[in-house]
């Protein structure tokens, strides 16, 4: 076992806690949900970039390669100056929500290049331009910008157009869980010498201000090139530094006089350092070298090609030569660490193919943040503070004041979505089962805990509404991440699999009662993840009354039925009492797919014979009828399938037996499930919401490269529409469905987001895995023509296997050198010094596999990891 491996054992043990200190300060704690105090909610606005440098935050901290402990007490990150920018860059920025032309974006270029599940060895690059940061001509061009044009980002402006910049690379390494090496090393890619400060930077996340707890810890200049680092909850400890920094203090306290016009608590307010640094303000650092924030300011001259190294170690004991044996313990590290993912690897024999995974599975790894959000204190207010506004009361959260969460997490992208999603978080857990199962099962635990899911069995969604809903997505995680755990330990961990399972039975009885509108199987649902690919906003109120019975909506709950009976026959093996709830939930699933083929016992379904397509039905008065809109909705039928293994059902007589008497004594709900009564390959049994015609006809549509195949993955609208734009004319109004393969040009949901065309990795893998399963059934007698119309007839799994190659692309060098990913991007593309760091975007162009929105969304892109594995397999 590899010594990495070893420390992951030692966490499960609990011999050890390796991942006490890690990655976990946020990207941006400014503009997010939790530091809105405002009336009406406008949180980008209530703190701005701006304002961030001199408030200090009521929930968590943020920096550039930021870590701290697990409870973000202790903080260090990265800061650094060019001599021409007005302010130091400690955080970084981006356009808000209102200010991008597509919605909030991170205008900066930073890459996770490297990290251990145990955070023993981590390494990122951060790119900061010579010249003056263009702060006010990013916000001015693309403020300027419509909906129809692109992004003006940072490469744009040309300032990295003559190598003008320095590349910072900030790497971190454990010599044990409380004794962490911190190397910054400064190239500059110029030609000629430039001059910048490097600022390594450590302070207290604020929590003597909101009447809990009024213990201020403290830190000063200490002996030996030292700083004492002194907190109740975690004890003393000791950065050293090397050579001769300046070392300058203040408090991290809010400058009350810069932001409010009031009275300062102090005369060192937290942008005293930027202010000394940036302004030469003397007075606004403390001369008694003593405070709650610090900063070492090196200031270095670096040659064109050349560059400057800090070294810097944080650790509980008093060493009189800390730096003696630092050189030796990081290579031991980055050794470690290239053993590790060797491991992960094996299969995998392509060098950029590895580089490409290895980067995703450093970004899933850097993505951890701690989140604290207590709703109830949020909503009321902190003593000694302003009360809250009293429309907070009626206002976002007020129905989740049982929420209180102080945890690491996995989220989506630290800049653009600084909060977790549940429903992405699921699919985090995928990759990270591979290189840490404990990590990926405690956080699928941890969602289903009571201080997050709500008494009445809801999973929170997100925090710029816990009560929206999205695809029920946790049981599918669960089970993959048992299995996958099963695979890496050699046993299967079925207390995780039971613990997770009795929490899910509450989600379900609550999708039940709560979503299912008429009670007749079908599910309106609301948001459901998949942004603006409809023609309505479909997490308000449909526009012209009515509703709308959602395929996706249903189809999301017959895979979460499918998925509890799985787990349900998995739990039988030892608890024969569980064949209840198998039968339970095949019940559901045979309901479930009834209501899709008659709503409502008026005859109409949301599959449409003549089109070999499924469709959500509008809901008018007394009629109904499909919007006949080719998207992924249509698709997502296909994941509502299940594989049942003979021995799986011979060992689970009770509930094979009442399978079969309902399946006898319904005769019409039988011909609804796929194949029940006929074996598969290897005598396999069938559960599916498709019938083997109604399958061929989604993989017909599906795997046509003038619809849904692209050369880069499954578009999530149908390419038909762009030609043809969906069109649905209804009390003079006119409402429009069009392809747009890439950024939205409408602002439903911020702007951000768009499924009505680009290829998203979390549904391409749910279909790559329903594939897979279709084909564990039908074998390799089962032939599909891939593409459509080709006449190249392959198996289901060939068909997959096609898939996550197109997938895969995307990032990979193509014959040429050039990754689709980097499409229109000269720079990019070829320079030495980008073109092997890795973006993972958030969604990509459904022609091109251009990477669009977040550029840090490891996250669900992360799952690249998974199908790269996949596709050499």
């Avoid at 110029?190 to 910048?196: D, H, P």
């Avoid at 630290?414 to 699921?426: F, G, I, N, R, V």
């Avoid at 397509?613 to 809901?619: E, Q």
């Amino acid at each position: 076992m590899n010594k990495e491996k070893q420390r992951i054992q030692s966490i499960k043990e609990e011999k050890t806690y390796w991942r006490k200190w890690g990655p976990y300060l946020s990207d941006r704690q400014w503009g997010t949900v939790r530091e809105d105090y405002s009336p009406n909610g406008t949180a980008w606005e209530y703190v701005s970039h701006d304002d961030a440098r001199s408030k200090a935050y009521r929930w968590g901290e943020e920096g550039i390669a930021g870590i701290s402990d697990d409870q973000q007490l202790i903080c260090f990150s990265v800061a650094l100056w060019n001599k021409k920018d007005p302010i130091i860059k400690e955080r970084y920025f981006g356009l808000t929500g209102n200010q991008g032309n597509h919605g909030e974006d991170v205008k900066e270029y930073y890459y996770y290049l490297d990290n251990t599940p145990t955070h023993s060895y981590m390494k990122m690059l951060y790119k900061y331009p010579q010249s003056e940061f263009p702060y006010s001509k990013l916000i001015e061009e693309n403020n300027r910008r419509t909906k129809s044009d692109p992004e003006f980002e940072l490469i744009d402006t040309g300032i990295f157009d003559e190598d003008k910049y320095f590349d910072v690379f900030i790497e971190y390494a454990k010599n044990s869980e409380e004794d962490i090496l911190i190397k910054i090393t400064a190239h500059n890619r110029g030609k000629e010498k430039a001059s910048l400060n490097i600022i390594p930077q450590v302070w207290f996340r604020n929590t003597w201000n909101w009447g809990k707890d009024n213990y201020k810890p403290e830190m000063y200049l200490a002996e030996n090139n030292s700083l004492k680092i002194i907190h109740k909850k975690l004890g003393e400890y000791n950065l050293f530094y090397e050579d001769n920094p300046e070392v300058i203090f203040c408090e991290n306290e809010t400058n009350n006089k810069r932001l409010y016009n009031a009275e300062n608590i102090t005369e060192y307010v937290k942008d005293g350092i930027n202010n000394y640094i940036t302004q030469n303000k003397n007075d606004a650092v403390n001369p008694s070298k003593t405070g709650t924030k610090a900063a070492c300011n090196y200031d270095v001259e670096i040659n064109g090609g050349g560059f400057a190294t800090i070294k810097l170690r944080l650790i509980k004991d008093s060493l009189q030569n800390p730096f003696k044996d630092f050189d030796k313990i990081f290579s031991t590290r980055i050794k470690e660490a290239d053993e590790f993912y060797s491991e992960v690897q094996k299969e995998i024999t392509n060098e950029d193919a590895r580089n490409v995974q290895r980067q995703a599975f450093a970004g899933m790894l850097w993505n951890k943040q701690f989140y604290y959000y207590d709703v109830e204190e949020w909503i009321n207010g902190d003593k000694g503070q302003p009360k809250p506004p009293k429309e907070r009361e009626q206002g976002r959260n007020k129905d989740w004041k049982h929420l209180n969460n102080a945890d690491i997490i996995s989220m989506p992208d630290k800049w653009e979505y600084p909060w977790y999603a549940t429903w992405d978080l699921a699919f985090h857990c995928i990759p990270f089962a591979m290189i840490d199962p404990e990590f990926a099962k405690e956080q699928l635990i941890l969602f289903t805990r009571e201080w997050y899911m709500h008494p009445n069995g809801q999973l929170p969604a997100y925090e710029w509404s816990f009560s929206d809903v999205n695809p029920p997505v946790h049981a599918w995680a669960t089970w993959r991440v048992y299995k996958i755990d099963q695979k890496l330990q050699g046993k299967p961990d079925t207390d995780f699999l039971e613990r997770v399972f009795q929490k899910l039975l509450l989600n379900f009885t609550w999708w039940v009662n709560k979503k299912d509108q008429d009670g007749h199987n079908i599910f309106q649902g609301g948001f459901l993840g998949l942004d603006n690919i409809g023609v309505f906003d479909r997490s308000s109120v449909l526009p012209i009354g009515g509703h709308l019975d959602q395929s996706d909506g249903t189809s999301w709950m017959a895979m979460f039925s499918l998925n509890m009976l799985r787990i349900s026959l998995e739990l039988s093996k030892t608890k024969p009492i569980y064949q209840d709830l198998a039968t339970k939930f095949f019940e559901h699933f045979l309901y479930i797919a009834q209501s899709m083929t008659n709503m409502g016992c008026k005859g109409v379904g949301l599959w449409d014979d003549e089109d070999g397509f499924y469709y959500d039905a509008l809901h008018i008065d007394d009629k109904i009828f499909h919007l006949k809109i080719r998207s992924m909705v249509g698709l997502i039928p296909l994941f509502a399938v299940e594989v049942l293994e003979p021995d799986l059902i011979k060992q689970a007589p009770e509930f094979t037996a009442r399978l079969n008497w309902f399946l006898k004594n319904k005769p019409e709900m039988a011909a609804l499930v796929s194949r029940w009564n006929e074996k598969g390959v290897g005598e396999r049994r069938l559960l599916s919401l498709l019938r083997g015609h109604r399958m061929k006809k989604l993989f017909k549509r599906m795997l046509d490269e003038t619809e849904f195949l692209s050369d880069y993955g499954i578009r999530a609208l149908s390419k038909y529409h762009e030609q043809n734009p969906y069109q649905l004319q209804l009390d003079g109004k006119l409402f429009e469905v069009k392809y747009t393969p890439a950024e939205s040009d409408t602002g439903l949901f911020g702007g951000n987001s768009n499924w009505r065309g680009p290829i998203w990795f979390p549904v391409n893998f749910l279909i790559l895995e329903s594939m897979y399963r279709f084909h564990h059934y039908y074998g390799d007698d089962f032939k599909i023509e891939c593409p459509t119309n080709s006449g190249n007839f392959v198996t289901i799994k060939d068909a997959a296997d096609e898939l996550c190659r197109r997938l895969s692309k995307i990032f990979l060098k193509d014959e040429s050198g050039q990754r689709p990913v980097f499409k229109y991007n000269s720079k990019i593309q070829n320079d030495p010094y980008f073109k092997d760091y890795i973006l993972f975007h958030e969604y990509f162009h459904g022609d091109n596999g251009r990477g669009v929105g977040a550029s840090h969304q490891t996250g669900w892109t992360g799952l690249i990891a998974k199908i790269l594995q996949q596709r050499k397999k």
